[in-house]
């Protein structure tokens, strides 16, 4: 049983020199047999995991990471969570999200700081503004908050904005979701990991698949770096590498796998108090607290594995943050990284099962996976647990390709997100 | 970011270039008999493959011609570079 977290241990621990904090998870050896196994332990991953304990009684279960947990895109994003997208499966699925966000730290007794300080995205163009208003209509009928800005409130909501009408690409107004916001990643994963280890769930860390055992056309188990381990219903969330368990499946997708960046600047006192997206200069900027800078930059146009990705993206990126927020033009970038997304072409996720038995998917996130954690790992467990997907995920199937019925969320989510 | 060599103006920076994905992929001869799998693979279904990959690459701010290259997508080098039309080189599988 694990300990509680409170102000109460908190002090406890304090007096203690905090050397005696309980173990958060375990590190164990594989068991032989699961009765299911996700493969991927990012926050999506983790989040499957645990729902699958919670809400659909499966003790058996193992997470197998080939890293650390949370040390890839989990840990690379720019933890942006909003749910105002414009289709009705997509207002579904991530409102779905949003709402399980707002409980999270009550539900996993884990500070993931989740800040609802409000997204606010950037119309710089008329059919920006076209848009961007029948997007705010769009949420409005699906119940997700939504309000259009003109330039002087956009102004008064984020005074740093350079909204003078003589750059080139003016601010001609904005959306705003307030219940948007971000969270804190990293604890995201951590907290997904103590909750889903305390119902028995088994972390395997440094622990890579390299290989499906198939039975025709159903699944056996998996070869592991830490040998063979039996299994029927194995769970994919391996992100930007979905398509190397795929192929190791004798299965295709629809992604490619492109590196996306960001960057953080040096702390400096709070300046942002919000997130502020657009899409047509593309530059997102948001402050962590730590006083960072969290700027997101965009994916290369190529197909690459590397988690680096092109000089020549951030530059772009930089410039588009200058011209809107002039204030930053002495700020020193820190740190820069990148995380391998798997993109699919109508830039909607895939939460499906597959034509082999007990082999399912969750991938194609793309640039924008953070904020549906919680909703991803919930709908994803129920549809592992039922062999069925639920109504919410339904849409997000992997036949979508073949009968045509896509979820084109290009103008709500082309730009990284 | 890489220095890619076009096989018309020489060895140029990547960002010169635009990517135009999987190379090889054949378009339908009877587009009107495909089944809706067959437009699927097609259209949608990509290899996407981590290590050894042929792409097409369009010199896009340079001579505007679309050209072959093969990429080990691991580690972003380019192992070769080959015309549209020609046979892909036999020695990368």
């Not at chain 1, 109508?346 to 909703?375: E, M, Q, R, V």
């Not at chain 2, 994905?21 to 495909?34: D, F």
Request: aromatic share 8%.
């Amino acid at each position: 049983m694990k300990n509680k977290y409170s102000v109460f241990s908190l002090i406890k621990n304090a007096l203690s020199q905090h050397e005696n904090w309980q173990q958060a998870w375990g590190n164990p050896e594989p068991k032989k047999e699961y009765e299911a196994i996700i493969v991927g332990g990012g926050g999506h991953g983790l989040a499957t995991a645990y729902y699958l304990a919670k809400k659909h009684n499966l003790k058996n279960i193992a997470v197998l990471e080939k890293g650390w947990i949370g040390g890839g895109n989990t840990g690379r994003n720019t933890t942006i969570i909003r749910s105002n997208y414009l289709w009705d499966a997509s207002a579904g699925l991530y409102d779905h999200a949003l709402k399980l966000w707002e409980n999270l730290s009550q539900e996993l007794n884990y500070n993931v700081m989740f800040s609802q300080r409000g997204v606010m995205n950037l119309a710089h163009n008329l059919q920006d503004v076209r848009d961007l208003k029948r997007r705010t209509h769009a949420n409005r009928l699906n119940g997700i908050d939504a309000v259009w800005l003109n330039t002087e409130e956009v102004k008064k909501f984020c005074p740093i904005i350079n909204t003078s009408p003589d750059i080139r690409y003016p601010v001609l107004g904005g959306t705003l979701q307030r219940r948007a916001g971000t969270a804190r990643h990293d604890a995201v994963a951590w907290g997904y990991a103590r909750g889903a280890n305390e119902m028995g769930v088994d972390i395997i860390q440094n622990c890579e698949v390299k290989g499906i055992k198939r039975n025709g056309d159903r699944v056996e188990g998996l070869e592991t770096t830490k040998g063979f381990i039996k299994t029927n219903k194995i769970g994919v969330v391996a992100a930007g590498h979905s398509s190397v368990i795929a192929n190791m499946a004798g299965l295709k997708l629809p992604l490619e796998s492109k590196p996306l960046q960001a960057l953080v600047s040096e702390p400096v006192k709070p300046i942002i108090d919000t997130v502020v997206m657009s899409n047509a200069v593309h530059a997102y900027v948001s402050q962590s607290d730590k006083g960072e800078l969290v700027i997101g930059a965009g994916t290369d146009s190529y197909v690459s594995y590397t988690q680096r990705g092109s000089h020549n993206i951030v530059e772009e990126t930089l410039k588009a943050i200058l011209e809107l927020y002039p204030i930053f033009s002495r700020m020193k970038m820190l740190r820069q990284w990148g995380g391998i997304v798997d993109i699919c072409p109508d830039a909607s996720p895939i939460i499906s099962k597959t034509n082999i038995k007990g082999l399912y998917f969750n991938c194609g996130w793309g640039t924008g996976g953070f904020k549906a954690t919680p909703g991803s790992g919930d709908l994803f467990a129920h549809t592992i647990a039922n062999d069925e997907p639920h109504k919410l995920n339904a849409a997000f199937n992997l036949n979508r390709f073949v009968s045509g019925d896509l979820v084109d969320e290009h103008g709500a989510a082309a730009v990284a997100h | 970011m890489f220095l890619i060599n076009c096989p018309f103006c020489g060895e140029r920076d990547q960002s010169e270039f635009s990517s135009g994905g999987e190379a090889h992929i054949v378009r339908p001869k009877q587009p009107t008999e495909l089944s809706d799998d067959e437009w699927a693979e097609y259209l949608f279904m990509r290899k996407n493959i981590k290590g050894i990959q042929f792409e097409r690459w369009n010199h896009i701010h340079g001579c505007r011609k679309w050209f072959n290259v093969v990429r080990d997508t691991s580690n972003d080098k380019i192992l070769s570079v080959y015309k549209m039309g020609e046979k892909p080189p036999v020695n990368y599988k």
